[in-house]
């Protein structure tokens, strides 16, 4: 749809509070997604081993951009399960439950969105100001 969009299973989603050019029709309430990560004892034994030189741990972060996109492909779903076709004000959490799990939610407001494509340009809060 627009560069600043990722879709997913038909679920628009981003982080703005709004779509450019997009019509918002409804909104539809609070939608997350939430996965748990072990770190797994091999990965632990390899990521110690490294941390011994410093840098970046390659185990930790492939873990982590892995656990980023399963939220987000549960919290589209939990969208679609709601009815709406957009998620709007996307964001992150991040938590260690224990010493050897991470807790990843996504979380955002679900929205029905207007595709047909003859809809009219939404205005932003910022364009909505130079008219004032």
């Known amino acids: ?3 600043i969009s990722t879709n997913i299973d038909g679920v628009t ?14 909104t539809v309430g609070f939608v997350y997604g939430i996965i748990v990560r072990s770190r797994g004892l091999g990965r632990n034994i390899t990521a110690g081993l490294r941390s011994l030189a410093g840098g970046e741990i390659q185990e930790y972060v492939q873990m982590m951009e892995q656990s980023r996109d399963d939220a987000l ?5 939990h969208a679609k399960q709601l009815g709406a076709n957009a998620v709007i004000s996307t964001a992150f959490d991040s938590n260690e439950i224990s010493q050897y799990m991470q807790e990843i939610l996504a979380y955002g407001t679900a929205v029905l969105i207007d595709t047909a494509d003859n809809h009219t340009m939404m205005e ?5 100001l130079d008219i004032l």
């Open 1 to 3: 749809m627009h560069g």
């Open 13 to 26: 989603i981003v982080s703005s509070n709004w779509i450019p050019g997009i019509k918002i029709v409804k």
């Open 73 to 77: 492909n549960r919290m589209a779903q």
């Open 124 to 128: 932003t809060p910022e364009e909505k």
